[in-house]
């Protein structure tokens, strides 16, 4: 059978994470750009694959998959490293899943769905109005009290399930690289030593550069739009074909 084709944007964390453990974990695999500015996650071809027209996805002969945790457990599993990645034993598998778990109800939600989206991606894809200055403190506040949470997991130990990667450790970077499009990004990170310690150590990871090669290329595009957005996000997925991978 020919190798999993994963369904892919650079512009999307989850994605950028299931592109980076394939290339740490030398998984054979084949992509499908599927850009979310020109919103071909939308079409009848794409729905047949995700119902619920996100990216990441996965197509392995017939079958289907959406959301990259499971999406990475697949390409793990069908390529013998499950345990490497999400634990060998019942206790590495139990705090594994504890920080996925913890990755849907802090990081992904106060990060990206209630700051990083709002008042950084849409205005600048859209010209959307960014959310009152009020509402922005609010947000910056709750980053700041999950931010220090994450440190302290980070305080005592180089990864976050101890000295070895993980998936969490993957999924956690990818989506904070994300704030790179952020003026203010030194700010928000300031106070915190050993975030900042692990992520210069994953972001120095060859498999890092490579799969978020495309995203550092439109990132300081993308905030440069800040201030004078288009009428089309479209060119965001030029910008990266132009580019690359």
Not at 190 to 197: A, E, H, L, P, V
Not at 207 to 221: C, D, G, I, K, R
Request: hydrophobic share 40%.
């Amino acid at each position: 059978m020919s190798p999993p084709t994963i369904y892919y944007d650079p512009t999307s964390e989850p994605c950028r994470a299931v592109l980076w453990l394939c290339l740490e974990a030398e998984i054979p695999h084949t992509l499908d750009y599927t850009w979310l500015t020109k919103n071909q996650h939308l079409s009848e071809d794409f729905l047949r694959i995700n119902p619920l027209h996100q990216v990441p996805a996965l197509k392995h002969g017939e079958f289907c998959l959406a959301e990259a945790t499971a999406i990475m457990l697949y390409l793990t599993e069908l390529n013998d490293c499950g345990d490497v990645w999400f634990g060998a034993d019942i206790e590495r598998k139990a705090t594994i899943s504890k920080f996925l778990s913890w990755y849907h109800t802090n990081l992904r939600k106060i990060l990206t769905l209630d700051y990083f989206l709002p008042a950084l991606l849409m205005p600048a894809y859209l010209g959307l109005p960014k959310p009152a200055e009020s509402e922005i403190l609010l947000s910056k506040e709750a980053l700041h009290v999950m931010f220090a949470q994450l440190n302290e997991m980070l305080a005592s130990s180089q990864f976050l399930s101890g000295k070895r990667i993980s998936c969490a450790d993957i999924l956690f970077a990818s989506e904070i690289s994300a704030l790179h499009i952020d003026p203010g990004y030194d700010e928000l990170l300031r106070d915190f030593g050993s975030i900042n310690r692990w992520l210069d150590d994953l972001q120095a990871m060859p498999s890092y550069v490579e799969s978020h090669s495309q995203w550092n290329h439109v990132a300081p595009l993308i905030t440069l739009a800040m201030d004078k957005p288009s009428n089309s996000p479209e060119w965001v997925a030029e910008a990266c074909e132009q580019f690359g991978s």
